[in-house]
T-cell receptor
Framework: GQQLNQSPQSMFIQEGEDVSMNCTSS?????WLWYKQEPGEGPVLLIA?????ELTSNGRLTAQFGITRKDSFLNISASIPSDVGIYFC??????????FGAGTILRVKS | DGGITQSPKYLFRKEGQNVTLSCEQN?????MYWYRQDPGQGLRLIYY???????QKGDIAEGYSVSREKKESFPLTVTSAQKNPTAFYLC??????????????FGPGTRLTVT
């Protein structure tokens, strides 16, 4: 099946630094979703984006729905140790299935 | 507390045995999904269902079967025909309005090990 291009694959950053990751696709999506998964657990929905150009925040997290509808970005400000995990982007086609990125592994040095 | 439950958390089986993974949701969602996750990889869709007594194959349905007899429940059977069944299995659900599905919420997962 189709997969999104998510980058970077992994990041090892200092506590307090800002983090940026993104997802791109050759297809247009109507909804972009960002999930976080911790080891041995199911993904938890962080942010949902429904309109092209939309910018949405959830605490220290900010995500944007690209204007072309083919990309999305997630930023985490002032990272803390509990931010570690795998972050997945997902695109939702109208009335259809979710397409997932391969994930960005985030590690934080305290 | 609304959510999705999967049981058991860990499951061990011998090769050649069928095994059924449970998924229950009390979110009143119409649509339910099963995904498989392998180490270092994203999620791959096995089966999904948008209505009771109806379900569709996802990208990797071979060796799996499902049923949807109740809105709240969507069990997955991993059959002996699945060549590489050891994986982390995730169940999810979402609202369905008209033909449109919305963001999916995931259960805690079941780790299946087949030896």
């Amino acid at each position: 099946g189709q997969q999104l291009n998510q980058s970077p694959q992994s990041m090892f950053i200092q506590e307090g630094e800002d983090v940026s990751m993104n997802c791109t696709s050759s297809s247009i999506f109507n909804t972009w979703l960002w999930y976080k998964q911790e080891p041995g657990e199911g993904p938890v929905l962080l942010i949902a984006l429904y309109k092209a150009g939309e910018l949405t925040s959830n605490g220290r997290l900010t995500a944007q729905f690209g204007i072309t509808r083919k990309d999305s970005f997630l930023n985490i400000s002032a990272s803390i140790p509990s931010d570690v995990g795998i972050y997945f982007c997902a695109g939702l086609e109208y009335g259809n299935k979710l397409v997932f990125g391969a994930g960005t592994i985030l590690r934080v040095k305290s | 507390d609304g959510g999705i439950t999967q049981s058991p958390k860990y499951l061990f089986r011998k090769e050649g045995q069928n095994v059924t993974l449970s998924c229950e949701q009390n979110l009143n969602h119409d649509a339910m999904y099963w995904y498989r996750q392998d180490p270092g990889q994203g999620l791959r869709l096995i089966y999904y269902s948008q209505i009771v007594n109806d379900f569709q194959k996802g990208d990797i349905a071979e060796g799996y079967s499902v049923s949807r007899e109740k809105k709240e429940s969507f069990p997955l059977t991993v059959t002996s025909a699945q060549k590489n069944p050891t994986a982390f299995y995730l169940c999810a659900s979402s609202m369905l309005i008209g033909q449109a599905t919305y963001e999916q919420y995931f259960g805690p997962g079941t780790r299946l090990t087949v030896t």
